[in-house]
């Protein structure tokens, strides 16, 4: 795959991906296209074929994708991990808010999310809804608004001249959204689910070629999310600006060197949800899926921790790029540059998985894949975060190297990484699948 082909699928990919739920039922389009097969974690799973790919959901918000080419045991397996969530303002379960004939809606804030720049942004919403159908079922629907329907205005700087200096984000009573401005005749009360309804008989998916008409809304996990699409920006096009490219830059990079059919190792990527939230869900990286899969991949015990042994993980997480205007921020020899290649994490108590051994073997799939590559240790007197990459070794013993591409303004409504970067780090990991 050239760059500029891959460029345009992953900003496709973004597009097509407003909510975790979205981006799996993407990756599986991308997956059957491919000639993955579905599994289901309540079924009997057979011996697997050779060089078949399959793939298993959880959640629909999780996913894992797999393709054996050797003997698991005495070869291991390359795994590639990343995570499907991102910052977010979630819809409360009785989200009406009525003020002065406004509607809106009451949010919480999913994540560690950047909120300044979520204010007047055209957003739209999207996500999961559970509901009864006309024949008494529980079912359950994927929605996307698409359009913008929604803004959360700024207060003018008229009515607050300190605005630029220290103006500060109250969740509860500074983000909730605006939808529409109600007649008088209805400002009493707005019942969200009577308008979701709508909305899923709207966009109901058709069944065994039947469409089941929903009957009354059960519950729903929904986000708003800003509508402007991913573009490619710079005055030479050296950049890529878009919503959540934490982290679906490196699921659709792990995704596409996963596809690769020139693959001779035994591949699998894993694409967890609640890594912004800390993983601790029975679809996140703390939880037992991706343990739950590669064990019913041997036989016992002891087949387990040989192929364990044998395997390695690259947890691939976009990395803070240094800033122009801030470089104060990064430590001057671990500052990573747009555009300069991937990048290695490293942290001395393990806020990251990579050690020496890991990180040397990364390195050797930049020099083999020709592809620069950075390192970041976060400055000495600011905390740092953390990945999938720490968990996932802790709970299944595999050995890991944490990278990721450079990005500005993570945690933003619009973030920036380089585009070359991206491209840079999708080689690396199909060297990884090949070598």
């Known amino acids: 795959m050239q760059d500029v082909e891959f460029t345009n699928g992953l900003l496709d990919f973004i597009n097509n991906s407003p909510t975790p739920f979205h981006a799996v039922k993407t990756m599986i389009e991308i997956l059957e296209q491919s000639g993955f097969k579905r599994l289901d974690e309540s079924d009997s799973w057979s011996v697997q074929e050779q060089g078949q790919g399959y793939y298993v959901t959880r959640n629909d918000s999780s996913i894992i994708a797999f393709r054996l080419n050797q003997p698991l ?46 204010f007047d942004r055209d957003l739209s919403l999207a996500g999961r809804v559970s509901y009864v159908d006309k024949n008494g079922a529980i079912a359950h629907q994927l929605i996307d608004l698409e359009k913008a329907v929604a803004i959360i205005p700024s207060l003018a700087i008229h009515l607050d001249r300190e605005a630029n200096k220290e103006r500060t984000i109250n969740p509860q009573d500074h983000l909730p959204p605006v939808l529409m401005r109600l007649p008088e005749n209805k ?28 009957t009354k809304i059960l519950n729903h996990e929904l986000c708003f999310y800003d509508v402007q699409p991913p573009a490619v920006i710079g005055l030479h096009d050296d950049f890529i600006a878009s919503a ?8 659709y990079t792990g995704l596409m060197a996963m596809v690769d059919e020139n693959n ?17 869900s029975a679809a996140g990286a703390q939880g037992p899926f991706l343990r739950s899969v590669l064990e019913r991949l041997t036989v016992n015990d002891e087949d387990f921790a040989r192929m364990i042994a044998r395997s390695s993980m690259v947890s691939a997480d976009n990395a803070h790029g240094v800033h122009p205007n801030y470089v104060d921020k990064h430590d001057d020899n671990h500052g990573p540059i747009l555009n300069n290649g991937p990048v290695i994490k490293t942290n001395a108590n393990q806020r990251y998985a990579s050690n020496s ?79």
């Open 264 to 280: 001779t190792r035994n591949g699998l990527l894993v694409c967890n949800d609640h890594e912004e939230v800390g993983s601790m």
């Open 73 to 118: 045991i005495e070869n291991g397996i390359k795994i590639v991990g990343a995570h499907t969530d991102s910052p977010c303002l979630k819809v409360k379960p009785h989200p009406e808010i009525i003020n002065k004939q406004y509607l809106q809606l009451g949010v919480e804030v999913y994540g560690g999310a950047l909120l300044n720049p979520w």
């Open 357 to 435: 051994e890991t990180s040397a073997i990364f390195k050797h799939l930049c020099e083999l894949a020709d592809v620069p590559v950075q390192s970041f240790v976060v400055r000495s007197d600011m905390a740092c975060g953390s990945t999938i990459g720490p968990i996932t070794a802790s709970e299944i013993g595999v050995k890991t190297v944490d990278v990721g591409v450079p990005t500005f303004a993570m945690h933003s409504i619009r973030e920036l990484a380089g585009r070359w970067d991206a491209y840079y780090l999708y080689r690396v990991l199909k060297q990884n699948f090949q070598n």
């Open 187 to 214: 400002s009493e009360h707005v019942d969200f689910s009577s308008i979701l309804l709508k909305i899923v008989n709207a966009q109901i998916e058709h069944i065994d070629g039947e469409r089941v008409e929903a």
């Open 244 to 251: 959540r490219l934490d982290n679906l830059l490196s699921c």
